[in-house]
């Protein structure tokens, strides 16, 4: 199972928290109290604290460790508090009292407090927690540290072999992937096997995995996978049995959901971890739990790891509703990994996450657009990428029709085409390519043109943007770069099984380490049977040794297995027999005195060997070494009777102290083995276990006393009675006696080993192979096998012997010699690997004649063909120019097993190019290449013509070569003239192949036409006709540039100048140049007229020092001169000056957040050293960078100036350089960085009516916004109560103002608002106390008593809301019978009873009582009535009966309609007055057409007067119109008619 890193005390939020009996004790000790750090625990003693005082509490906890054995782990913790609390570190389950492995450290500078555990062990994991405290309260917190040990421990395989047995292990402790390997210690040695099945099951995470058994990690991935996942996920962790997995899924998921159940009632919606951009991940999936207060664990690689709830948190965790995101911040590579989430003990949910190695080479770069203009971002990637992702201004950017993302064929280079921009598009846009991102601003400029504002713009094709690197050049070097890599990844993987292969050989040649410690245990019997449990599994031959009785003795051992590397895997489950095991053995012997010869038991049991043994030997050999030991033993028993009772000089294998291999001989006759009882007492009868040769479970009994090992010193020559000090089965330390004289060791020679063994060697078909090993002895003989099969001379293969070496030579290789070789030699093997390969071959005469170039002409046929060989199925393919040739009209392809022809027909000069052949088998490639050379008549020559020079008496011209040559050299050029204004063509003739002709047959004035041709072997090109020359016609060049001044000094001004644009059709002859002094409008000649400068350069040395000159140049070919240049810039004559010096008093005048103001003073002079400057530069560089940034582009002469587009609160070098003619003198830096932000101003509120007191209305917002100034920005806090706000409280910052938002206001809300300002210079806070109510409730029954006469006391119920409002009062109103109003007679009354007086005999009271808070009044609530009215004699009065008057009348016309002529095109209006009540309805027709829904006629009634308006009166008009009154009590109807006029 994949092992998760238990935490007895969790610490993060979700993840557990303190015991309940430490929740108990705290209760008892004090007041709980939360603190801002998640998982710390604060007790206050004291029910108040003091003003000023607080308890301790946590600014940053120590967080767990996971870490390895032997590293230095470090807990860090800083805490406040006051007074200041006193810092102690303790443990769960141990002591701290090692001082040199536990060392408790504190940083005055920091504050912070370390607790620094060296050399960590598997002792050291547990719980550690951190305690502070001070005489108001303590706080605690804690951390885990769990430990990776490498290698094996006996001490710790003891006592976790002694935990399991007790049902306890240690969870802190993680070991992955180490061997079950235990040590015998207070185990019952007949108990071992069984508890070593216990341990199997109970630790199963440390089992080594067997061959084919599947990784655990891989089911924890697949069981939370989508089916598509399947495939991928099988392949990467080498699943290859589908139906088998697909079954023991099923059940797994079965298993889960069962134990899910117990739980969660429902999961799903799962979303695995992908990287959402901006250096965030996060998967998410929706949980809903059986119990809320179920805990939930995360996990990354079975190592629980603490998350919050807080997004800026490293992990937390997001809740929204049921879907439970989890979140990973600022990714690093060491955040890949499989994460895991737990419901308390069951998994819920896991996912691997992968980081790609992906970065950019060339990332995206600011672009400007203009508007409708189209903007390109792009970029180059380190390894291919399907497709990244693009976002512009945080959100994700999609292809459509505003975006086109493209990505190139090899997946390097990604672009992002931005098309028709706006000002709406500019902003920053990003690419990020796994965890990498870069950003650019898109920046889109407005059309400058004033006319075309407020008008829409014509959509432009011209594209912004692009890096203007060759991306495709970048992409292929890294495309070369990464095949690169790839191969030699290839090679040191290569190399390295090589150097494994090696190591191994050596080992298996190199003699074993004497070991006689910790080990994996094995057992031996009579019978001969060695087992091991530890990974060999291995099990020795059985034998058998019977004394004359029948009985049987037992022994056992412990031992220790060590396999080889390489076949530890695939050897597991065989016999010892097997060559790469070697078993180390310590024995105690049974000697029986009655045995009858000698005994046959395998080597590695070690036992049945007759005379008396030396006890406790250690052997450990392979096979082949038993065999030789096997061998020795024969030799020294020849001449023996095997029948014989007793026996001496035989001799036995065994290690002594100096870990040699030696030889001791047994003297005397046999003895009956013996088992010594540790307690020191005898007996017999006793039974022991063991295992016969069949594998079945017996037991033997012990036959006669005790007795006591005896040991035999080989190096003591004599003496007796000498004791020895050993371990015994039990674990015990004992003693036993050497009894007798010592004997002399003898050493063995270790027999043959092999030098160097046999490599694998791969040999063509048809080629010779050789095999060669090298023995340590030169008179050994040795045998060759081909795939287990004895080699012989007579099957064609030569095997010759060169003293040690041996040599094995193959002549002619064929298929089936391929096959795996061994060679022999007394009892060594070597084993290698040959392998015959066939793959495509040319003959080196076909390939020589197949690499000759082909030349055929124009529209011929050619053919290719080279035989090969190579084994079936060969792939062919045939290139040209890189472009694969398929069957078509004019190539043909033909293929056979033994060559492959090419058939091209009707050839074109664009055929022309390599021809390549390329052949493929499972055992290679093959290429050749050849050459076709198409030949054909040449193209035209190219244009233009370019005139050298056109004069009276020549025409020189000048032209390119042909494009295309045809495929052979120029010969010559063929050259017509014609005269223009004549019909004829003259014949120039051939000239050679240079492309240049001068004709010197021409007439001044006249204009000349020239045809040109190519001439070559293949015939003559196309012309090519130049445009009319004149010859003679004047045409003079162009003015030069203006010269420019190289230097100048006193006597001398060094010019330079540069040829003009137009020669004017002949070479430049030279140049005249002219100088004019200041102020002087007269220009005097530099050179003489009739001496031109040849060169484009002067030094004019006819000036007075002192003088300021200007300078202009004429350029003269055969026409003459032209026009004379620009003039130069004024220069002075005089020598060059000196650079300045630095400036100074260089100073900070004024900084804000984005600029800051410089002043400082011209750079002194000093003559012959620095000059006077004439300008200044600034320069800036951020604290970060190495590069200096230029301010000002031009020299600025004032000595201030104003640095802009600083970053906030950055750190910025700045400089300023003074530079002359004499050029940049050296630059003056500031002596401090400067901080870009304003000078520092301690926090105060500008506000000057602040209100400190507000009540809101329950449901309505609540917003406090407060107005203050501080430099630097100043860091804001809102309390409310002395305590953080809660999270659904909305507080918005800016530079110099803060807001307190609550969206909608519950009562709970109502306290004292603190607003903490606070910054480098001071703090300033200021509070508001916001009450939260709402209109109360009204009081409840009323009732009135009279205690005293003339009083009434009223007493009511509180209103419901008086125990949540602490303002709520009452109010009193009385009312009697004489009077008809209320009056108040009681006010702010915080009881609930009233007395009220003067109440008069004879008058009914009425009361009332309110309830008022500050929000207002409530309903008042009545009191019944007090006192009794006195009665009066009824006063009658007989009011007459009146008739009820009916005011309804029937619909009628008051005035009818009348006639109407209207004009054509205006308007009529129509009316009518009438009379109903009820108020009748109105209805208009048309020739009896109702006209109410027509729109075309405005119809109203307004006051019982009817009007219809026709706004325009067309001839369609004409008709009788009526209008119909109707109402329940009768209906009336008036008519007219229209009459339309033309």
């Not at 603190?1314 to 009450?1331: A, C, D, P, Y």
Request: net charge negative; aromatic share 6%.
């Amino acid at each position: 199972m994949w092992k998760k890193s238990k935490v007895t005390d969790q610490t993060a939020t979700g993840q557990g928290g303190p015991s309940e009996a430490e929740q108990e004790e705290e209760k008892k000790a004090g007041i709980k109290k939360r603190s801002k750090v998640p998982g710390v625990m604060i007790t206050q003693f004291i029910e108040v604290l003091p003003e000023g005082k607080s308890t301790p509490d946590f600014l940053r906890k120590p967080i767990a460790l996971t870490i390895q054995e032997g590293k230095l782990a470090i807990f860090k913790a800083n805490v406040c508090g006051d007074p200041k609390p006193e810092v102690t570190w303790g443990r769960a389950k141990g002591d701290m009292s090692d001082t040199e492995t536990f060392q408790k450290k504190y940083d005055e500078a920091t504050g912070e407090y370390t607790l620094e555990i060296h050399r960590v062990s598997g002792e050291e994991a547990d719980t550690y927690k951190c305690y502070a405290i001070n005489e108001y309260g303590k706080a605690i917190c804690t951390a885990a540290l769990n430990v990776i040990e490498v290698g094996f421990k006996k001490k710790k395989a003891m006592e976790q072999l002694e935990d399991i047995g007790r049902g306890r292990v240690n969870q802190n402790f993680v070991r992955p992937c180490v061997r079950p390997s235990f040590v015998l210690g207070s185990v019952d040695p007949a108990e071992f096997r069984k508890l070593l099945r216990k341990r199997k099951g109970v630790d199963k995470e440390e089992a080594v995995k067997e061959p084919g058994e599947i990784d655990e990690k891989f089911w924890e991935i697949i069981m939370s996978a989508d089916r598509k996942d399947y495939e991928r996920i099988c392949a990467e962790f080498g699943v290859k049995d589908f139906r088998v997995m697909l079954k023991k899924l099923s059940e797994k998921k079965k298993e889960r959901q069962e134990e899910q159940a117990k739980y969660i009632e429902t999961i799903n919606n799962l979303k695995h971890i992908d990287i959402k951009g901006l250096g965030i991940a996060s998967f998410e999936f929706d949980l809903e739990l059986k119990d809320l207060t179920s805990r939930i664990f995360l996990y990354k690689d079975g190592v629980m790891i603490p998350y919050s709830d807080e997004e800026e948190m490293k992990h937390s965790l997001k809740t929204v509703g049921k879907k439970l995101i989890f979140s990973v911040r600022d990714l690093k590579a060491e955040d890949a990994g499989l994460y895991q989430v737990d419901v308390e003990e069951v998994n819920l949910f896991s996912t691997d996450f992968k980081i790609p190695t992906v970065d950019f080479i060339v990332k995206i770069q600011e672009v400007k657009a203009k508007e409708r203009e189209d903007a390109m971002f792009e970029c180059v990637l380190s390894h291919p990428w399907p497709r990244i992702k693009w976002m512009g201004k945080n959100a994700t950017l999609e292809e459509g029709e505003k975006y086109t993302i493209t990505v190139s064929e090899d997946k390097l280079i990604h672009r992002l085409l931005i098309k028709d921009c706006s000002q709406l598009d500019k902003g920053i846009y990003s690419a990020a390519a796994g965890i990498k991102t870069c950003s650019a601003w898109l920046i889109v400029e407005a059309d400058s043109d004033p006319a075309s504002h407020g008008k829409k713009k014509t959509r432009k094709t011209t594209q912004a943007g692009g890096t203007g690197l060759d991306l495709g050049k970048l992409a292929q070097e890294q495309q070369e770069k990464l095949a690169k890599e790839r191969q030699e990844q290839i090679d040191a993987a290569n190399k390295a099984r090589a150097e494994e292969e090696r190591l191994a050989r050596e080992a298996l040649l190199a003699p074993p380490p004497p070991d006689t410690g910790d080990g994996d245990s094995g057992e031996g019997g009579d019978s001969g049977e060695g087992k091991d449990t530890g990974d060999g599994k291995n099990k020795s031959k059985s034998g058998s040794n019977k004394s004359k009785d029948g009985g049987k003795s037992v022994g056992k051992s412990v031992g220790e297995t060590k396999d080889s590397e390489k076949e530890e895997d695939d050897k597991k489950n065989k016999k010892s027999t097997d060559d790469s095991d070697k078993c180390k053995g310590t024995s105690n012997y049974d000697i029986d005195p009655n045995a009858n010869g000698e005994g046959d038991g395998d080597s590695k049991g070690r036992k049945g060997h007759p005379g008396p043994l030396i006890p406790d030997a250690v052997i450990d050999a392979e096979k082949e070494r038993d065999d030789k030991y096997k061998k020795s033993t024969d030799v020294s028993d020849k001449g023996k009777d095997p029948n014989v009772k007793s026996g001496t000089g035989e001799t036995e294998e065994y290690i002594d102290a100096a870990g040699m291999h030696s030889v001791r001989t047994r003297q005397g006759p046999l003895l009956k083995d013996t088992v010594i009882d540790p307690n020191g007492q005898s007996g017999t009868g006793e039974t022991e276990e063991y295992t016969d040769a069949s594998g079945k479970r017996s037991e033997s009994t012990r036959q006669g006393p005790l007795l006591k090992d005896t040991v035999i010193d080989p190096n003591a020559q004599s003496g007796t009675e000498e004791t020895e000090q050993y371990t015994d089965v039990s674990g015990k330390r004992s003693e036993r006696t050497r009894q007798g004289p010592l004997l002399k060791d003898t050493v063995i020679d270790p027999g043959v080993q092999f030098v160097s063994g046999l490599s694998n060697v791969h040999a063509l078909i048809g080629q010779p192979a050789e095999l060669m090993c090298k023995l340590s002895n030169d008179n050994c003989e040795g045998t060759w096998y081909r795939d287990s099969k004895k080699l012989t001379a007579d099957d064609g293969h030569i095997m010759s012997r060169d003293g040690a070496n041996h040599k094995l030579v193959i002549n002619r290789c064929q298929e089936e010699d391929s096959g795996k070789y061994r060679f022999e030699a007394d009892g060594r093997k070597t084993e290698a690997m040959l392998n015959v390969e066939d793959p495509p071959r040319f003959d080196p005469d076909d390939l020589s004649a197949f690499s000759q170039p082909v030349i055929v002409k124009v529209g011929n046929s050619t053919t290719f063909k080279l035989p090969f060989v190579g084994r079936e199925p060969m792939k062919i393919q045939w290139y040209r120019n890189g472009e694969e040739l398929l069957d078509d009209n004019t190539t043909k392809i033909e293929k056979s097993f033994t060559q492959s022809r090419l058939l091209l027909s009707k050839c074109q000069r664009k055929d022309t190019g390599e021809i390549k052949i390329k052949l493929k088998n499972e055992h290679g490639t093959m290429e050749a290449i050849s050459r076709l050379i198409v030949l054909d008549k040449p193209t035209a020559p190219q244009g233009p013509v370019e005139v050298l020079e056109s004069t009276a008496s020549c025409i020189h011209i000048k032209w390119r070569a042909p494009k295309d040559d045809g495929g052979c050299p120029v010969i010559n050029y063929n050259l017509e003239r014609q005269q223009v204004g004549r019909n004829t063509w003259k014949k120039l003739g051939d000239i050679p192949g240079v492309p240049e002709y001068k004709d010197n047959d021409v007439e001044h004035g006249r204009k000349y036409c020239y045809r040109i041709r190519v001439v070559t072997e293949e015939g003559v090109s196309e012309m090519m006709e130049t445009d009319d020359l004149t010859a003679g016609t004047l045409a003079f060049p162009s003015s030069p540039a203006p010269p420019k001044v190289a230097s100048a000094f006193n006597n001398c001004i060094n010019l330079t100048w540069s040829t003009p644009t137009d020669t004017g059709g002949s070479r430049i002859l030279g140049y005249n140049l002219e100088k004019r002094k200041k102020g002087s409008n007269l220009w005097s000649p530099v050179n003489p007229t009739d001496e031109p400068i040849q060169e484009k350069k002067r030094a004019v040395t006819d000036v007075v020092a002192g003088n300021e000159y200007e300078f202009r140049v004429y350029a003269i070919n055969v026409s003459g001169l032209s026009e004379p240049s620009s003039p130069s810039e004024f220069i002075f004559a005089k020598d060059p000056k000196n650079p300045p010096g630095k400036v100074e008093d260089l100073k900070v005048a004024d900084t804000s957040y984005t600029a800051l103001s410089l002043s400082w003073n011209k750079p002194t002079e000093e003559v012959g050293v620095q000059d006077e400057a004439k300008g200044y530069f600034i320069e800036v560089r951020q604290a970060e960078c190495i590069d200096w940034t230029r301010c000002n582009i031009t020299p600025i002469i004032l000595t201030t100036f104003t640095v802009k587009s600083l970053k906030a609160m950055a750190m910025y070098w700045i400089r300023v350089i003074a530079i002359n003619d004499g050029g940049e003198g050296v630059p003056q830096d500031l002596d401090n960085y400067i901080l870009a932000m304003p000078p520092p101003v301690r926090p105060c509120f500008t506000d000057n009516k602040m209100k400190s007191f507000m009540v809101v209305r329950a449901g309505n917002s609540v917003r406090i916004l407060l107005n203050f100034e501080a430099s630097p920005w100043p860091e804001v806090m809102w309390l409310k109560d002395d305590v953080p706000l809660l999270k659904r409280v909305n507080i918005s910052n800016s530079e110099s103002s803060s807001q307190l938002l609550i969206t909608s206001s519950e009562r709970s809300d109502s306290g004292i608002y603190t607003i903490v300002v606070k910054n480098l210079v001071g703090q300033e806070s200021f509070s508001v106390e916001v009450r939260v109510t709402d209109d109360p409730k009204p009081p409840g029954p009323v009732e009135l008593e009279e205690n005293v006469p003339g009083t009434v006391t009223v007493i009511w119920e509180p209103s419901p809301d008086e125990k949540r409002d602490d303002h709520l009062h009452y109010s009193v109103s009385k009312r009697d019978s004489t009077k008809g109003s209320w009056s108040t007679v009681a006010d702010r009354l915080f009881n609930n009873k009233f007395t009220a007086c003067n109440i008069m005999p004879g008058r009914e009271y009425h009361f009332r009582v309110y309830a008022k808070n500050d929000m207002g009044m409530s309903a008042p609530s009545e009191s019944p009535t007090w006192g009794s009215e006195r009665r009066k004699d009824t006063f009658v009065v007989n009011i007459p009966a009146y008739k009820t008057c009916d005011l309804r009348t029937a619909p009628a016309f008051l005035v009818p309609l009348r006639q109407h002529t209207a004009p054509k095109g205006y308007e009529c209006y129509m009316s009518c007055a009438i009379k109903g009540n009820p108020k009748p309805r109105v209805t208009w027709y048309r020739n009896n057409i109702s006209l109410n829904t027509n729109t075309n006629y405005l119809i109203t009634n307004i006051c019982g007067v009817c009007s219809l308006l026709i706004l325009r009166v067309t001839p369609k008009d004409w008709g009788e119109y009526s209008i119909q009154i109707e109402s329940s009590l009768g209906r009336a109807e008036s008519s007219t008619k229209l009459t339309v006029r033309e």
